[in-house]
């Protein structure tokens, strides 16, 4: 009889920690919209450190800065396939968002890698703002394009990025 109480005690166990460890985007659930940073502080972009990309940007591209040019177009590109992404699916639809106003939830996507093709090896963590406390965070690996200049390769890789990340939040909030 005791058997029989561990066994069903350790099944009842087990089964809660897999749902509460499959369940981490429970909280979006109830959300319409999140708001979305850009983290390219420790970045290799284009087989440079950030820094050094960002003097290149200018010399190479009609004196157009990074901060300037380059991150906002990323993050346009990024929040407009995401968007699309979950208008496509017709789950809970969550819309990206570059205003932080009234937002209980941040997305992170923190940038290791980003080679001139777009190619784009990220950490995307789900936040809640103005707190350190990450609900879940997954290592992301996106496809770049393969025609075009610089930013609209990286743009493509963002858009990439940002389909991946719109399917998976998709299967996990239904």
Do not use: W
């Not at 319409?32 to 003097?55: C, Q, R, S, W």
């Not at 290791?112 to 090896?121: L, S």
């Not at 350190?132 to 997954?138: E, R, S």
């Amino acid at each position: 009889m005791k058997k029989m109480i561990l066994m069903l005690a350790l099944a009842f166990a087990t089964t809660a920690m897999y749902a509460q460890k499959n369940k981490p985007l429970e909280p979006l659930k109830s959300e319409n919209k999140i708001y979305v940073t850009l983290d390219f502080t420790d970045a290799i972009m284009a087989g440079m450190p950030i820094d050094i990309f960002k003097e290149y940007i200018p010399a190479h591209y009609d004196d157009k800065t990074f901060d300037g040019y380059l991150y906002p177009y990323l993050l346009d590109r990024f929040i407009s396939e995401f968007n699309d992404e979950m208008m496509d699916r017709k789950g809970k639809i969550i819309f990206a968002t570059p205003n932080p106003k009234d937002v209980k939830y941040t997305l992170v996507v923190k940038v290791h890698m980003m080679n001139r093709d777009g190619d784009t090896h990220a950490e995307v963590s789900f936040v809640e703002s103005g707190t350190t406390n990450v609900l879940v965070a997954n290592e992301y690996r996106a496809k770049g394009g393969t025609f075009g200049t610089v930013p609209n390769l990286m743009g493509e890789g963002m858009e990439n990025l940002a389909e991946s990340l719109g399917k998976y939040i998709c299967k996990n909030i239904r």
